[in-house]
């Protein structure tokens, strides 16, 4: 699968192609549109969400390029992704009611390709933040942003087309991702995914350039975590247990002749599994131990362990559950930020 960031570069035209119908010219059939309840919706959502989607114009060394971003607190906070604005020697932000300001970098999370950016100004309309951890496949999703640099404020329709992917781009890999066939075009980078109620579930992120309609957006819930530490004024981080382990399906359990299929194994190896000093090892956890949940949430294909902590800050207490011979007890670990951030 090949895959694309939805960031538009440089200048350029694009040219469409028009269809005409041929016919005897004498005869206009009107047609009144009468709008669905799930069409209005979406016109509702559009209008409400759309004075908080703002458009990036971003010049660098060697180019200039645009994308999106997501207003989330009303005094000048904005979301987008780390490959919109990486790099940036100016950045320049749009609002929908024709205002620009001048954007700063506040940081960048390498791990998932986010970034924050902040502008001076006050009373802004910021979206609305749902949960990513509620979505469904085949429920609404609403693509707003401003797609190939030029068709700013554009609303795009249609579904979550599946839960957790995992995909490579041209910076890495990212996982736990929205797939949703609503349209993302180059410039709809770092803009929203919204649901039916017009809460953001997703930050858009890239497309397939080997077919229509699959797109793919971070779920808000992994992009929360950032959001908040640069409103307290942090550094962006990201958590860290310290454990080395196998993610299990039903073909490494049973070649280990584990009890269960889902989870994250502690496996023995060259190198403990418990990291020495790590919170890991603080909390008690020793090798051979399986997690399977964490603070209730079961690990399995759709929620791996990774993406289950990413959701959360360094410094922060969580619960885990984890089978240790024939018992499951739970551990309280308190995260560690991540290493080389």
């Not at 797609?147 to 554009?154: D, H």
């Not at 971070?218 to 958590?239: F, H, T, Y």
């Not at 073909?251 to 009890?259: G, T, V």
């Amino acid at each position: 699968l090949s895959i694309i960031f939805g960031a538009a570069g440089g200048a350029g035209a694009t040219y469409f192609v028009l269809g005409g119908v041929q016919g005897s010219g004498d005869i206009v059939t009107q047609i009144r549109q009468t709008l669905t309840s799930e069409q209005s919706a979406i016109v509702n959502v559009a209008e409400r969400v759309s004075p908080a989607i703002v458009t990036l114009e971003v010049t660098t060394a060697g180019s200039d390029s645009v994308g999106s971003g997501v207003i989330y607190s009303a005094d000048g906070w904005i979301v987008t992704n780390r490959h919109v604005v990486e790099d940036a020697t100016s950045i320049t932000v749009n609002l929908k009611d024709g205002r620009d300001f001048v954007g700063t970098i506040y940081g960048i999370d390498t791990l998932t390709d986010l970034a924050i950016v902040k502008v001076e100004a006050t009373d802004l309309s910021a979206a609305t933040l749902g949960r990513s951890r509620d979505i469904q496949v085949g429920q609404t999703a609403i693509a707003m942003g401003s797609p190939l640099g030029v068709y700013t404020n554009s609303v795009t329709a249609g579904i979550i087309s599946a839960l957790g992917r995992q995909i490579t781009t041209e910076s890495g890999r990212l996982d736990g991702l929205l797939q949703t066939d609503a349209a993302i075009n180059p410039g709809n980078s770092g803009g929203a995914l919204v649901d039916s109620s017009g809460a953001v579930i997703g930050i858009n992120t890239a497309i397939s350039n080997e077919g229509a309609g699959i797109g793919f957006a971070i779920p808000i819930d992994i992009a929360r975590p950032i959001m908040e530490q640069a409103l307290a004024g942090v550094p962006l981080s990201r958590p860290w247990i310290g454990i080395r382990y196998t993610s299990l399906d039903r073909r490494s359990a049973a070649q280990n002749n584990l009890p269960v299929f889902q989870g994250a194994w502690l496996s023995p190896g060259a190198e403990p599994a418990v990291v020495p000093g790590s919170p890991a090892e603080a909390a008690g956890f020793t090798d051979g131990d399986i997690v399977v949940k964490v603070e209730g949430v079961a690990i399995d294909e759709l929620h791996p362990l990774q993406d289950l902590l990413v959701q959360y800050s360094p410094g922060a207490t969580i619960v885990l559950d984890v089978l240790r011979g024939e018992s499951v007890i739970q551990l309280s670990v308190t995260l560690g930020t991540r290493p080389n951030q």
